[in-house]
């Protein structure tokens, strides 16, 4: 792999395994996050317990998504894009994206709209790191049929 080659795979590694880690924290969390304590303006204690039921399945959807969008990426990562799949080069960050913009869109909405201290930047550092790991991958720029001739693959 080339030096661009590598770095955007260790971007997207390093992509892949914080969505987990947001994943798992998201899992085990047996409240609500602070900022979501913030947004409410209200102690986990003070809701009822319908509410705590409530915002428990949230963070647990929350969760899910960051851990199954990590672990996508992570493995397009290490099997079809190391292969050098075009089609690789062009999902991952799909993924990533499309995660990340909606993250940006719900966590900005909230800190606008309740002044909450969201991670909306969190997001907005990842939708630049994968525009960056984009366009340093092996794939941006080249074309389908390049991939074709050196794979045998037939596009249909």
Request: glycine share 8%.
């Amino acid at each position: 792999m080339s030096t661009r080659d590598k770095i955007a795979f260790v971007i997207y590694f390093v992509g892949s395994l914080t969505l987990i880690t947001f994943g798992i924290v998201y899992l085990s969390c047996s409240t609500i996050m602070p900022y979501h304590q913030e947004a409410i303006n209200m102690n986990w204690e003070e809701l009822s317990t319908g509410l705590q039921v409530l915002f428990q399945a949230l963070i647990k959807m929350a969760a899910a998504g960051f851990f199954v969008t990590g672990l996508s990426i992570l493995i397009l990562l290490l099997i079809p894009f190391r292969r050098g799949a075009q089609w690789a080069h062009w999902a991952i960050p799909l993924l990533g994206i499309v995660w990340n913009v909606f993250s940006l869109y719900v966590t900005a909405t909230v800190a606008i709209k309740t002044h909450a201290s969201t991670p909306w930047p969190a997001a907005l550092v990842g939708i630049i790191f994968i525009v960056v790991a984009f366009i340093l991958s092996p794939g941006f720029g080249k074309s389908y049929q390049a991939e074709s001739k050196t794979t045998g693959e037939q596009r249909s």
